[in-house]
């Protein structure tokens, strides 16, 4: 599989469907992004020949089938309409920024005897049935799962992109459009998967990086249990000049180790 000139994927088991509603082209630098959905839909096919009609409010970049066939809508310098209102960090409405994957997937589904049905009305037996409990929500329900084709296919597509686009963020639906959107839901293993695609994947940019001593610039700095300041603080602030010791990145912060180990904000280090 490979991307051609005209931004489109070329290889086995891909089509090409026009799409022509979507023309704008992406700002300098975008996109950066990869926004994770399932369709919600019956299949693939159907669910991309109806994303791309003229009179539907909606399209996205791609869909992959429960085959792993790729179906591909919009070009991937193009702005497509996965994202709808959404947020993320300091950003709002994320088509801007974001190539937009849907998974041929029913969703939640609900259980009557021992079938579960989707929205629509289709049944599935439970061997393609996981009970979860989405990430936004508290009590168990019943998700359509994804076919291994469809995970192994689309891991191979955003390793594609994330190398010819410099993607770094890998997000899904209910995480930017959170009680709008459910997403890809819980049947995909959305935290190992751009884990592995992001991180564990950049042996050679984490050499790059980690080991490296560097020193605290700010008078103070805040060192965390995570990377994100939702996350709580672990000792007193690290001060200025102080010299940790760098062990992994992930979305600007940087995981480093002093007497403890915790998160620091990366843009307050001076690793010269
Ligand atoms: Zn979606």
Known sequence: MKINAQHMLEGDNIEHISCSKNSEKFKD????????HYTAGRNG???AKYLAKDNVKASAHIV???SGKIFQL???NIIAWHAGKSQYSNRTGLNNYSIGIE??????????????Q???GKYYSEDEVIEAKHRNEHTNKYWHTYTEEQLNRSFELCELLIETYGIRMILGHEEISPGRKQDPGPAFPLDKFRN???FDNRKDQDVSISGIKAKVTPDFLNIRSGPGIKYETIALPLEKNQQVEILNEQFGWVKVKTTLTGWVKKEYLNMD
């Open 29 to 36: 630098n975008m996109p950066d992004t990869i926004i994770m």
């Open 45 to 47: 096919e159907s669910s």
């Open 64 to 66: 992959i089938d429960r």
């Open 74 to 76: 919009v070009p991937f």
């Open 103 to 116: 998974l041929d997937n029913a969703g939640v589904l609900k259980k009557t005897g021992n079938k579960y």
């Open 118 to 120: 989707s929205w629509f």
């Open 196 to 198: 592995k695609l992001l």
